[in-house]
């Protein structure tokens, strides 16, 4: 390779384009660096088992790119750009879509994702997918994070088999931690982003369902299902964001979406917390450790110094009633997916899955199925008393009653959480949300801050986030990777 300056660990995709751009490192020069690295610490050394599978065209793909810019000039920031895509994202390539299941082991998708298209639109080179704990977490209620039957088990890089993947986009999140691409696509339900994110250190972004199309994404809940980006940085994350959004005429949630923004870099402002008014639910912060705690405590006493309000404590409904909606949808779903899904997999229902899980208990059953099974006893026409009153009911608590009565009553911006802890009532109130890594333990655990906003506030949560970012610059690389 021709680059003897750039270092890849770390790398922001400025640095990237920078690189490429004075012509001291190339789309398929960086390509072959990410591949390295995913030789050496995927499954091999530590073993993340963060990424699935490569796109055997990644390399074409780049190359084809380098000629573009030196031919035509660059499409924009992702142009050229290693993204790896959680493996429940359509890949209509030479790539499988499988949702970590082996029941999906031969699918492959007809065609792009939306997001996937868009991505490719914007230059990014696609460079494989990544393991997830399967069926996006929708499977059994025993089965640790990161885990699938296809892919075993994600480690997280800052301490192997010691803490915690987090799930659903488990792979996402390890692969980006331990430096095997530039950023990732998520999936959230409920906690499936926010949750990897701050348990490796990383800027996670769950987006407004409805700014980011779901088609081609195998589902859980329509009503709280959306992808986001998974980066290093939040300038990454605002600049893998604006590659995603769009209307797409197939997802009426995003005709909801007033004001498409394409580009959210404007939003990246170092004095995004003044004037800011951030609430906070201590509630929230029961069942974590005091040291845990602690280091949230200084991130809130880091936001008030660059000059936001802290509206602590606030009021805050915690425990949310367990509803039947997710499994539901998931029945409902899952069998609009699989009507579309390639002639040679033998399921083409939730039934068919069970069945042949069933019959491959071995592989297939480590941890069971409980939660499919349950999601079968549901008729998947929405038509249940049970399913409408429990889907009303959510908005209800975690909106009218909850995030939007806390954030009016104080005249609030966004509310403060640790970790991934208000993900559940964020996501059935479909809020957007994003995470930052907030520091360490003595330990070397990661952990994370979260802020929540309103429907489409993400360029206010951007603001903060940045802001809070660049004042602290907590993260850093696993030990592993040195």
């Known amino acids: 390779m021709s680059n003897q300056s750039f270092t890849l660990q770390e790398a922001t995709i400025n640095n990237m384009q920078n690189a490429m751009k004075s012509g001291e490192l190339t789309s398929k020069e960086l390509t072959m660096m990410y591949l390295e690295q995913i030789a050496v610490y995927n499954n091999a050394g530590p073993n993340i088992h963060a990424v699935l599978e490569i796109n055997p065209d990644a390399l074409h793909i780049a190359e084809a790119l380098d000629v573009e810019r030196e031919q035509h000039g660059i499409r924009g920031p992702l142009h050229g750009i290693p993204i ?13 879509t499988t949702a970590g299941s082996i029941a999906l082991k031969n ?20 460079l494989g997918k990544t393991n997830l704990t399967e069926w996006a977490n929708f499977m059994t209620k025993n089965m640790p994070n990161g885990y699938s039957s296809l892919g ?28 095997f691409a530039a950023g990732a696509i998520g999936t959230e339900t409920s906690g499936s982003i926010l949750s990897p994110a701050s348990s490796n250190s990383l800027v996670g972004i769950k987006p407004t369902v409805g700014l980011v199309s779901r088609t081609g994404i195998i ?15 939040v300038e990454d994350a605002a600049i893998l964001l604006g590659a995603l959004t769009g209307v797409d005429e197939n997802d009426p949630a995003t005709a909801a979406n007033k004001k498409v923004i394409s580009d959210y870099t404007p939003f990246l402002h170092t004095n995004g917390l003044q004037n800011k008014r951030l609430g906070i639910s201590r509630a929230y912060m029961k069942g974590f450790t005091d040291e845990e705690v602690m280091l949230v405590n200084n991130a809130l006493a880091e936001m008030e110094k660059s000059g936001a309000t802290l509206v602590d404590p606030i009021e805050l409904p915690t425990g949310l009633p367990n509803s039947s909606v997710m499994f539901h949808e998931f029945k409902n779903g899952l069998s609009a997916y ?10 083409s229902s939730l039934l068919d899955v069970i069945n042949y899980n069933q019959s491959h208990a071995k592989d297939a059953l480590k941890y069971g199925q409980t939660v499919l099974v349950e999601s079968e006893t549901k008729s998947g026409l929405l038509t249940e008393a049970e399913y409408i009153t429990d889907r009303l009911s959510d908005l209800k608590l975690s909106r009218d009653t909850g995030i939007d009565q806390a954030m009016a009553e104080h005249n609030l911006d966004a509310l403060v959480f640790i970790n991934y802890a208000g993900s559940e009532i964020a996501a059935k109130a479909v809020y957007p949300s994003i995470t930052v890594p907030a520091g360490y333990t003595k330990g070397g655990k990661p952990v994370g801050v979260t802020f929540t906003g309103l429907a489409f506030s993400e360029p206010a949560l951007i603001e903060i986030a940045y802001a809070y970012e660049q004042a602290t610059k907590h993260r850093k690389a696993p030990a592993l990777l040195d």
């Open 107 to 126: 699918n492959y998708a007809k065609e792009d994702a939306f997001i996937t298209k868009k991505l490719r639109d914007a230059g990014a080179v696609i």
């Open 338 to 347: 699989l009507k579309n899904i390639s002639p040679h997999v033998s399921v």
């Open 152 to 179: 075993g088990q994600v480690m997280n890089p800052y301490g192997p088999g010691k803490f915690d993947v987090g799930g659903s986009s488990s792979g996402s999140g390890a692969a980006i931690a331990a430096n």
């Open 84 to 96: 790896l895509l959680k493996d429940n994202i359509d890949t209509g390539d030479k790539t499988h």
């Open 219 to 233: 589902p859980i809940s329509n009503s709280q299902d959306t992808a986001g980006p998974m980066t290093r940085t």
